[in-house]
């Protein structure tokens, strides 16, 4: 079993910069964690949720949404199993719920292929 917990979240104003703080745990992820990919997600209200990042089990492959490519960097600390969001630069439009999600599936953009969610954590940009 895995379990994912955000924090991080929080008021900023546009042009700010907020970090996103993912923690996993469970005896699968802790034993394997090399093999989970994971992933931010973010949902805004009457919105789908979306794609916003995602980091291999190494660290070394990672992959952007278009919308945030350049001002937001995921990593991962493998000791600590945690993952980050540094979101830099925000707007306004990135106001949503943010998710931390994970997958033994390889990397991958699709909602469909995380099996794993955290609660989410609220991010809102004023203007």
């Known amino acids: 079993q895995v379990q994912l917990v955000e924090s991080g979240g929080g008021l900023v104003q546009a042009g700010g910069s907020l970090r996103l703080s993912c923690a996993a745990s469970?005896?699968?992820?802790?034993?394997?964690?090399?093999?989970?990919?994971t992933a931010w997600f973010r949902q805004a209200p009457g919105k789908e949720r979306e794609f916003v990042a995602t980091?291999?089990?190494?660290?070394?492959?990672?992959i952007y949404a278009d919308s945030v490519k350049g001002r937001f960097t995921i990593s991962r600390d493998n000791v600590k199993t945690s993952v980050y969001l540094q979101m830099n630069s925000l707007k306004p439009e990135d106001t949503a719920i943010y998710y931390c999600?994970?997958?033994?599936?390889?990397?991958?953009?699709?909602?469909?292929?995380?099996?794993?969610w955290g609660q989410g954590t609220q991010v809102t940009v004023s203007s």
């Open positions: 999600a994970a997958t033994t599936r390889g990397a991958t953009i699709l909602t469909n292929q995380y099996g794993y």
């Open positions: 469970g005896r699968a992820f802790t034993l394997t964690r090399y093999t989970y990919t």
């Open positions: 980091i291999s089990g190494s660290g070394g492959n990672t």
